[in-house]
């Protein structure tokens, strides 16, 4: 069975704090990680991977893919409390339409 | 561009009822999608429509109908609903397919089901 699973569910940081966020994956047909932000609605877009060991930044926000062990991470550096948010990851799969799977997410709180 | 709407943003159903969510998207994309996001559950594809006049089943099509009315919208049937399918559902857009376009969530539809 398909699957994507993050770790940690939930965390807690302060402000100034570099955060780590893991995803794995089992997917068939698997063809890229994506990782999405979602603070009170609906999820918006940050990374596409599709190539391992490239790494896509935006601002503080950089994002990496294994395919040999099937994970990515996200970091998010010198975190803000704007950076409060669930973290998506998800695994598209598939032909040439391509569909998403994704992972329960990770909340992330920052304090000040 | 209003981007991806959503109507209703909150409906409660009992039991049996029947409803429609509607999705427009004006950005001209190709692919729409149906979503349902349950507590601890992740986002889970419902039903999806790759272009204007074709649709194909997602992960959990059961107790879900969809129509592709035309380009812009992608409208979301429970013909009977049932406590189990309380949850917020996201309609999203893509210029194409999604392993080549990213995704264009809205900003989801609350539903509970009594």
């Known amino acids: 069975e398909d699957k994507v699973v993050q770790s940690p569910l939930s965390l807690v940081v302060h402000e100034g704090d570099t955060v780590t966020l893991n995803c794995s994956y089992e997917?068939?047909?698997?063809?890229?990680l994506l990782w999405y932000k979602q603070e009170k609605k609906a999820p918006t877009f940050l990374f596409m991977l599709?190539?391992?060991?490239i790494e896509k930044k935006s601002g503080r926000l950089s994002s990496i893919l294994d395919k040999k062990e099937l994970f990515s991470i996200l970091n998010i550096t010198a975190t803000q409390t704007g950076d409060s948010a669930i973290y998506l990851c998800?695994?598209?799969?598939?032909?040439?339409?391509?569909?998403?799977?994704f992972g329960k997410g990770t909340k992330l709180s920052v304090k000040p | 561009n209003a981007g991806v709407t959503q109507t209703p943003k909150f409906q409660v159903l009992k039991t049996g009822q029947s409803m429609t969510l509607q999705c427009a998207q004006d950005?001209?994309?190709?692919?729409m999608y149906w979503y349902r996001q349950d507590p601890g559950m992740g986002l889970r594809l419902i039903y999806y429509s790759a272009s204007e006049g074709t649709t194909d089943k997602g992960e959990v099509p059961n107790g879900y109908n969809v129509s592709r009315l035309n380009k812009r919208e992608f409208s979301l049937r429970l013909e009977s609903a049932a406590p189990s399918q309380t949850s917020v559902y996201f309609c999203?857009?893509?210029?194409?397919?999604?392993?080549?376009?990213?995704?264009?969530f809205g900003p989801g539809t609350r539903l509970t089901v009594t």
């Open positions: 998800a695994g598209l799969y598939g032909g040439s339409q391509g569909n998403l799977i």
């Open positions: 599709t190539s391992s060991g």
């Open positions: 997917v068939t047909n698997f063809r890229s």
């Open positions: 999203a857009s893509s210029e194409g397919a999604s392993t080549l376009y990213e995704q264009y």
């Open positions: 950005m001209n994309h190709n692919s």
